[in-house]
């Protein structure tokens, strides 16, 4: 998630201090990703140097605010106006992991994938129940739409981890049928007459006679 254009987008609403500021990233998420304070504060010290935010004096209760500035509003414009990279994918651990298993000695891949398979399936009915209990927003609320996206994005991405697991199981059983072919193959050819022994040459060549 960029934090970075997410307080932006909280900040074209308004200057606000970093803990409110973490507490709506989190509302409009539903806390999807773990954020604390000090990520935020890293973050808004970061826009600062940057010239994208500045401090705009402090709330009743003594708090620091910032306000986006110019340069933050064209930046954040052209992150909303940008698709986001998908030639340079981040890294993905359960992609990574079942890479090594299949050359991993003494782990079976597939029970790997069964592994996955059952705990993905949970967080996709949990996900699924979520959104079964969550109302349709209301279209003066916004902010409760933005969770709704989030939500619906966790189901279709579990869905689609679950479809490529199956994927991948299929292509290893595929895998073993055709070398356990390979191998029955390689065991028709060799004359069993022939067991690699002196006295299995000699047994194979008094049969060509």
């Known amino acids: 998630m960029s934090i970075r254009h997410g307080l932006l987008a909280l900040l074209e609403h308004g200057p606000r201090y970093g803990a409110r500021l973490r507490s709506e990233l989190e509302s409009r ?33 003594g708090h620091a605010l910032y306000r986006i500035t110019e340069e933050g509003r064209s930046e954040l414009d052209s992150w909303f106006r940008s698709p986001v990279d ?6 993905d651990e359960l992609a990574i992991k079942l890479a090594m298993a299949v050359n991993a000695p003494g782990v079976d891949v ?12 949970r967080a996709m009915q949990d996900y699924t ?26 189901i279709f991405q579990t869905e689609a981890e ?3 697991l199956d994927h991948c199981e299929a292509r290893l059983v595929r895998m073993a049928a055709a070398a356990g072919t390979r191998q029955a193959e390689a065991g028709t050819r060799q004359d ?10 000699s047994r194979r060549a008094s049969r060509s006679r």
Do not use: C
């Open 29 to 61: 998420t539903g806390a999807t990703w773990s954020l604390n304070v000090g990520q935020v504060y890293t973050t808004l010290n970061r826009l600062e140097r940057d010239g994208l935010v500045v401090q705009d004096g402090e709330d009743s209760s």
């Open 86 to 91: 998908r030639s340079n994918p981040p890294r």
């Open 110 to 121: 597939r029970d790997v994938i069964q592994l996955q398979r059952h705990h993905t399936l």
């Open 129 to 154: 129940r979520l959104k079964a209990g969550t109302p349709e927003p209301p279209p003066d609320r916004p902010e409760e739409m933005a969770w709704v996206l989030v939500l619906e994005q966790l």
């Open 162 to 164: 679950v479809r490529w």
């Open 192 to 201: 069993p007459a022939d067991d690699g022994t002196p006295r299995g040459r």
